[in-house]
């Protein structure tokens, strides 16, 4: 018989063991991800394609062109990568695992985090690199502020991914996820701006455009590589409220069960 000593791991093992559950799921999910790069490759080549294709219309149509087409198909590029996010987890309740994750010491938080990072840092690479191509081949000035750029796209993912999680929490199928995050992913980064310059479309349009967070994330990293600290923050600030929603709900739904295999 086994008898409850009253042992209770203190504060810093608890957050070792914590640490060490996080680190097993992503390093898991990091090789998922490595064996799988296809889709990642995708949003990489088609907006360097479109941006060489684009770029002498966007020039020619408004001031600052350059700037204009590299952040608008990153951004909307970077929104289709939201069904990646959202596929990690919808991968677990399609394959009954996340029954299974449940049930062990991790709470719902960390699974979300072992999920999610290496997402997170394929979101980053895709943006730095589309960023990186954009000053080396596409002729955007190299930005003066590299830290403010670096915490724009940190920021921008973060909203991806939480957007992403909720998706998973409450869609039932691949299918209905790849019909959301598709169309919505289109749907905002256009409205936004991204694919066309918002002052080229309709006035109803300019204004339905502040409800999307491609418009923000479009101000914040154009104010970014302008180097414009204060038309950066405000942006940030909106999209960072964004991501914590998002993610407080979808730890809420699958904590409070709606994550079981059961209900798909």
Known sequence: MLLDTGYRAG?????????????????????????????????????????????????????????KVVTGLLVMFSVFAISIAGNAILAERTWKTWDRLRVSRAPAAELLLGKTLPIYLVMIVQQAILLGYGCLVIGLPIPGNI??????????????????????????????????????????????????????????????????????????????????????????AILLGIALISGAFAIRRLTRGWGRGGLL
Do not use: C
Not at 19 to 48: E, F, K
Not at 191 to 219: I, K
């Open 11 to 67: 504060p810093i093992a608890a957050l070792r063991e914590s640490v060490y559950r996080i680190g097993a799921l992503a390093g898991h999910n990091t090789t998922i991800r490595l064996r799988d790069p296809g889709q990642m490759i995708s949003y990489l080549v088609m907006p360097m394609v479109l941006m060489l294709v684009l770029k002498p219309l966007y020039v020619r149509a408004v001031e600052g062109g350059t700037t």
């Open 147 to 236: 830290p403010l750029v670096l915490m724009s796209i940190l920021i921008w993912a973060f909203t991806l991914l939480a957007i992403g999680a909720l998706l998973a929490a409450i869609v039932r199928s691949h299918g209905e996820l790849s019909v959301i995050s598709d169309v919505g992913a289109l749907t905002l980064s256009s409205l936004g701006g991204a694919l066309v310059p918002l002052s080229l479309m309709p006035d109803w349009a300019q204004v339905a455009a502040h409800v999307s967070p491609g418009y923000w994330a479009l101000e914040m990293l154009q104010a970014a590589v302008a180097g414009d600290t204060a038309g950066t923050l405000l942006p940030a």
